[in-house]
């Protein structure tokens, strides 16, 4: 067995939408053309936030211009990546991004996701891949129907939603896992309730990511070093944003 490799990991942090997508871009960036190391890390919204699939910026329900939660406006981003809607709002989000994984963009999706498979599985809740659905490019909804990219419960309802940007052999995939959403906002974006939640009562966010760590040490053969963002790092990513 190969010996395990060397990833980075950037502890949890509450940003804007825009902020999280210019580090989960830079990221990828870094890795692709600067030898920065793989990378896993977990992020929180500090408003809820629709990002929006590549694919879907040009086209999305009008309201969501518009919308309000407790007198804000809710925030619309682009995502680099693909899929449909996702309301951020009570969730946790997760982005890994590498180039040791080989093969199509299934098999891609299938090997990155078994980490968040066996994590959530130490913490008893089993998921397995959903199937295409034809009616999935027609939702703006990421959580109305599942795809092979997604993680579903036991009953079938979608907890975990992901998407892809691949470069070549690098990768950046990241995905929503659907804690404890407002019920009322979540109709109020999609016209449609949440899917129900998996367990009644959630651990704690340190927990959560303890476990997935945990598992993605043992699904990828790596180990962790743990790295916040440095001054020169924040000033870099700042600097693609403006």
Not at 149 to 172: P, R, V
Not at 174 to 188: K, N, R, T
Not at 190 to 204: D, H, Q
């Amino acid at each position: 067995m190969k010996p395990p490799s060397l990833w980075r990991f950037i502890p949890l942090l509450n940003l804007s939408g825009n902020e999280q997508m210019a580090i989960d871009q830079w990221l990828l960036t870094q890795h692709q053309k600067y030898n920065h190391p793989p990378t896993l890390r977990f992020y929180t919204w500090n408003i809820p936030t629709i990002s929006l699939g590549f694919s879907q910026q040009k086209k999305y329900p009008p309201h969501w211009d518009n919308l309000q939660w407790h007198g804000k406006s809710i925030d619309l981003v682009k995502r680099p990546s693909g899929g449909r809607g996702v309301l951020h709002q009570g969730d946790l989000t997760y982005a890994v991004i590498s180039s040791q994984f080989e093969g199509n963009l299934d098999e891609v999706y299938r090997q990155i996701s078994q980490f968040l498979v066996l994590g959530w599985q130490k913490l008893g809740v089993n998921l397995s891949f959903g199937k295409p659905q034809r009616q999935y490019l027609k939702s703006s909804n990421c959580f109305a129907l599942s795809t092979n990219a997604d993680l579903i419960d036991e009953q079938g309802n979608k907890f975990i939603g992901s998407a892809q940007l691949k470069k070549g052999k690098f990768t950046l995939q990241h995905g929503s896992m659907l804690l404890q959403p407002d019920a009322e906002l979540f109709e109020q974006v999609f016209g449609t309730l949440p899917p129900k939640a998996v367990l009644s009562s959630f651990p704690t966010t340190e927990t959560i990511i303890d476990n997935l760590i945990n598992a993605a040490e043992e699904c990828f053969n790596c180990e962790f070093i743990h790295q916040p963002l440095s001054a020169q790092e924040w000033q870099s990513i700042v600097d693609n944003l403006n």
